[in-house]
């Protein structure tokens, strides 16, 4: 994704998941807002840029991560609010759970987290892969070196933990310890 849509990015997630209230943008239940008022507020802030429908679906499809999504003239974001009011995801049914979901971290986060399980912190719920890959890559985000967790499904079920997906991010309200395993702690590039 260019530099361009980078920046777009963050500023649609900025208002989609975090602070919606500053541009006098409305979330619904499922937490879309009016395509129409989004690109208003994204045209003002970018006047050098002419931003349409069409610039957005070019930026979410050149996107490597599923993180937005259109429809029905209303845009939101998958996954990562921040917002007071909780935003209403469908659990996964049965046939949906994936044997093993992972979690890339720091090992500062870690030492809590053998303890005290996977918190949401300040989003409405904890981010989850399903593939290693897609993990580690978060976890880069934070250090150099994440370690890789994996969540026993069978055991978060039976700790009757709910999970959700959102994109091709897989959610819980949270991951108790006992669900949890170090896969590896270095990553080699």
């Keep these: 994704m260019n530099d361009w849509f980078v920046k777009l990015s963050k500023f649609l997630s900025f208002i989609l998941r975090h602070h919606p209230e500053k541009y006098n943008i409305k979330l619904d239940d499922e937490g879309y807002a009016s395509l129409k008022d989004v690109l208003a507020v994204l045209n003002n802030r970018f006047k050098s840029q002419e931003i349409t429908t069409n610039t957005l679906k070019e930026m979410i499809k050149k996107s490597g991560e599923k993180r937005f999504e259109i429809r029905d003239n209303k845009i939101r974001a998958y996954y990562g609010h921040s917002i007071e009011k909780k935003i209403d995801i469908p659990e996964l049914q049965e046939n949906e759970y994936p044997k093993e979901l992972y979690h890339g971290t720091t090992q500062n986060a870690f030492r809590k987290i053998k303890n005290e399980g996977i918190k949401k912190k300040g989003r409405q719920y904890v981010h989850l892969s399903k593939d290693i890959k897609t993990a580690i890559k978060v976890g880069k985000r934070r250090t150099k070196n994440p370690l890789i967790l994996r969540i026993d499904m069978d055991k978060a079920k039976k700790e009757e933990i709910n999970f ?26």
């Design 164 to 189: 959700y997906k959102s994109g091709d991010v897989f959610l819980a309200d949270y991951i108790p310890a006992q669900c949890i395993s170090l896969l590896y702690e270095k990553v080699e590039d």
